[in-house]
């Protein structure tokens, strides 16, 4: 028996939208098809809160050299931050992350790239170009993906090659000394052999001065060159290798650290604070340097009704970086000091070389029965070793190894053409080792987490679902402090529950797309990292309960044939639940701390929100397209998002935390649908806002920023 969902299934594959891909505004919108469940389906047939990317909607934020920071607040609850430049990115869905600044932080957000969990920090900032398809899975993905996604997931798919020749050749070109060019050629080999490589080339030239050193144009700039290529077999009608590498080399600057950029009791930038002028005796200008290299292998075996699939892939990376930490130059004690108060000068040097490797079997039944299964296994190895120069004391180096276990499965079944129930289990043992001088940690823990939807399908183009899911972040341990004569930190696994219930649709002709969910989730000792204060220590924590409650909404409407409009609304009500709980406040007393505070200057931190956690998030965007010929149009595009009320760390004050910041871009121009040939002018950041990103509070009132104000012209060929 056929469930009804798959001729919508049908529809869909037939009209996926294609990412990066410039085409006039469409008659209508269709079902987008997702791999949330890691197979092809309707976004319909899912019952899980997944928010999208496509068209100039993705393409545009790369425009002006963005990184993969570039996606925060570009779907609802997703948020995104550094405090490590362009490398090391931290995620958070609905409220969930971790501000851990070090390079060997875990994260309850996966990203997923071309099917391959990337664990560490730099992995996860791998550039995005010639991407097919971004989802944003949201809530706890325990069955099918496993430990280290409490959270949620980022999943990204390359294109893949395919028989047909085709190619794409994208060049902006931007103030500030911006480029960024975007090719890809594939096709055909032979009969049964496809290829398809693609590159990237991004540069910004340095634009902020030292005025402490009096060199103009020292700093702020960056090169990166990445390359990615896949190679298809088709062996027979039933089997068939996918083989890919990736490469990637960075040269540029670490994070931009400014001192008393925030006067006390107040979150506002000061005058301290110039965007194109530092103040840096140490740090050599904030370097960074990072090389990485990947390969995986994908198989698929048709044997009868059933498809066997297997994953390999490894991964490495190393690199530095190098940082001013305190943002400005002498100290207190020393003749000169400025801008502002410094109470000792600070400047760090860090340092990883890490490799992972990854297997995972599945099989899975056709997909389009009343029941439709699939069981998998996956192992999990890498090494990380972390260099720390704190340049008073002998650099240190520490060792991670984490060996992880795993078993799953999930089916559905159609108990009706509009009921259907989906379940799935997963048992993971996750194991943690760590050695540096004069310590050795081990940690490990083995779970069962899971989820349980039942949806609804009240006709072909909505459904209903409701849905309650488990998940768990892995023991974690963390040993920076060591480099400053402390002792490694160790936090116990935090475990999730999550309810979640869904509402997606289309209608109005298939003219407007709309998805909502509400949820609320609990965290049990859920994992904390209390960073910076008097000794700037990164120590792990638990607390007994974490809390979150808010609602997700993604609308698309197709006002006429050649207007579109997005709008994406996030709520996050977080709330930190233990209250004996009590971490280090701002080094040198200069913060104002607004939470109770204990006999011996520790902050109580119970009934804050989770540090990082914007409160609200929004994201609009509108494309008008104005037909002059047969063949050729004008457009304009632009896309703004805001992020809402969010405290920088565990504790509150005044001045670490922000509210009301946004960020707008648009691009208009002239294109040849029928040639694939494009031209248009561009800008990023176009009201030049400066936004706060993160501080560092150990010190003084240092911040640090968002990018600056891009503008250029965009030229582009497919062929």
Known sequence: MTRTNAPRMAIAAAVTAVIGTSAPAMAQLEEVVVTAQKREQGILDVPLS???????????????????????????????????????????????????????????????????????????????????????????????????????????????????????????????????????????????????VAVLVQNRDDYINNDYTGESDALGGFEENAAKAFLQWDATDSLTFLLGAHYRDLDGTSAIFRANVFDPGSNSLNENYDRETVYFDEGDNNPQEYESTGYNLKIDWDIGGMTLTSITAYDEADGYSLGDIDGGFGAVFLPEMGPGFIPFPSQTADSADTDQLTQEFRLASEYGDRFNWQVGAFYFDSELEVETNPFFIPATTVKHENTTWAVFGQGDYAFTDAWTLTAGLRWTDDEKDFTAPGY??????????????LSYAADERSLFWAKVGTGFRAPTIQGRDVAFGGAPSVADSETITSFEFGYKSQFFDDTMRFNAALFYYEVEDIQFTAVGGTSNNIQLINADTGTGMGLEMDVEWLLTDNFVMTFGVGYADTEIEDNGLRVGACGSGRCTVTNPV????????????????????????????????????????????????????LYDAKEFQTDGQYEGGFRAGWRRVDRGLEVAVFGRNITDEENVMGAIDFNNLTGFTNEPQVFGVSVSSEF
Do not use: C, H
């Open 50 to 196: 997944i928010a999208t990317l496509s068209g100039e909607r993705f393409t545009s934020m790369f425009e002006g050299g963005a990184d993969i920071r570039a996606l925060s607040a570009r779907v609802p609850g997703l948020y995104a931050e550094s405090s490590n430049g362009r490398v090391a990115p931290r995620f958070y869905i609905r409220g969930l992350g971790n501000i851990d600044f070090d390079l060997a932080a875990s994260q309850p957000v996966s990203i997923i790239m071309d099917e391959v969990v990337k664990e560490n920090v730099v992995l996860k900032s791998f550039p995005l170009f010639d991407i097919e398809r971004v989802e944003v899975l949201r809530g706890p993905q325990g069955s099918l993906f496993g430990r280290n996604t409490t959270a949620g997931i980022v999943k990204f798919d390359s294109y893949k090659p395919t028989q047909e020749f085709e190619g794409r050749l994208k060049v902006d070109a931007g103030s500030l000394g911006t480029i960024n060019v975007e090719g890809a050629v594939g096709g055909g080999l032979t009969d049964n052999l496809t290829g398809r």
């Open 440 to 453: 050795s940690e081990n940690v490990s823990d083995d779970q069962i987490s899971g989820d349980l939807a």
């Open 598 to 649: 204990d006999e011996n200057g520790f902050v109580l931190i119970d009934g804050n929100p989770f540090p990082n956690a914007p409160e609200t998030t929004f994201n609009v965007t509108a494309s008008y397209s104005y037909p002059i010929s047969d063949a050729s149009e004008l457009f304009v595009f632009t896309d703004w998002s805001y992020q809402g009320d969010t405290n920088i760390f």
